[in-house]
């Protein structure tokens, strides 16, 4: 039970709304979260529940007997455009774009914080999905992060997401990505075979040190293509995934010195800067003069690009591809267009 809290209004605060005057009282508390405690009768004036407009007159007490319980986040349906490469009675493969989020987290209660999910989407385009994964992740089996793009299964009924989510536990789903990552990868192929688990003291990454909490995960690279110009040194690769660790791909790549391009989180870079024009201009006056080019992406230069698995129902095997987007691509031939750095 909430403890009771009891405030005297100040005579300056006379004029005041209540909902602005108690958002200046309540440290931490946002004035949308003070709203929701006035509207639950949580707030009284003086003994009597009053309206988030009321205007202070001074010397009121105000008594707050509760906290703000905010409606448990539920997923809702918008008319956002889809890419879907398949689609039967029990599946949907979509095509993500980065910058799109697969769904709200638990923890974000704010109305705003729940539009433009890729849930959302699809609530909207099917209609009816599996309700195994909950009120927030209808029908998402798998995910992928924000700022990634690609394939993503998604199962309508849960009988279909119950099978697909057997086969992702026992490794039967093949999936490939597309990563252009941070320096020449010398091995034309390789396997990271390193435990991922939660960073403990930066919590928004994932580590392969070793940690209790860490779960087995391996990672297959081969190299397509190398890169060396006057924005660097770079190395188009595929990597298959056995297993579907939190950002495995980007923090496996990371812990071998090849940070995917984009991912600031993991130390790749933010943008490609010319280093001949920079390291030309000896002088900050030339510097000022000669400002070097730079190359910007706004995103992970990572792509699923393919699934392979059978069907849950029918058994039968379906291969589906994504193309690399066009942002992509366009960064790509970029990148290709450049002549090699003599000597690289």
Do not use: C, W
Not at 38 to 44: E, P, S, Y
Not at 173 to 198: C, F, H, P
Not at 320 to 340: H, I, K, V
């Amino acid at each position: 039970m909430a403890e009771l809290r009891t405030i005297e209004v100040p005579a300056e605060a006379k004029g005041q709304r209540l909902d602005q005057f108690l958002v200046a009282q309540l440290e931490g508390v946002s004035r949308s979260r003070v709203q929701l405690l006035i509207d639950q009768g949580d707030v009284l004036i003086n003994g009597l529940h009053e309206k988030a407009s009321l205007k202070l007159r001074g010397g009121e007490r105000i008594d707050i007997t509760g906290e703000p319980r905010p409606a448990p986040l539920k997923a809702i349906a918008e008319d956002i455009p889809l890419d879907v490469v398949f689609e039967d009675a029990d599946l949907a493969v979509v095509n993500k774009p980065a910058g799109m989020m697969v769904h709200a987290g638990a923890g974000q209660n704010e109305d705003e914080r729940n539009r433009g999910t890729l849930v959302n989407a699809l609530l909207y385009r099917f209609k009816k999905l599996s309700s195994t994964g909950g009120d927030l992740r209808p029908g998402i089996v798998h995910r992928l992060d924000k700022q990634t793009s690609g394939l993503v299964v998604v199962a309508k009924n849960d009988r279909a997401h119950l099978a697909m989510a057997e086969l992702f536990s026992s490794r039967q789903i093949k999936k490939t990505y597309i990563a252009l990552v941070q320096g020449t990868v010398e091995r034309a192929k390789g396997t990271i075979n390193a435990s991922v688990g939660r960073d403990p003291v930066r919590r928004t990454r994932m580590t392969t040190q070793p940690l209790e909490n860490a779960r087995a995960a391996v990672s297959h690279y081969e190299v397509v293509r190398r890169f060396a110009n006057r924005f660097g040194k770079f190395t188009l690769v595929k990597v298959r995934i056995e297993t579907g660790r939190t950002h495995q791909i980007r923090v496996h790549m990371a812990s071998i010195g090849h940070p995917v391009v984009g991912d600031t989180l993991y130390g790749g870079p933010g943008q490609l800067t010319d280093q001949v024009a920079s390291q030309a201009a000896t002088s900050k006056a030339a510097r000022r003069k000669a400002e070097p080019e730079r190359l910007r992406l706004g995103r992970n230069f990572l792509h699923a690009a393919r699934l392979e698995f059978p069907h849950p129902k029918t058994g039968k095997l379906l291969v589906l591809e994504a193309p690399l987007p066009a942002e992509l691509e366009a960064f790509l031939s970029r990148l290709e267009g450049e002549p090699a750095t003599p000597g690289a």
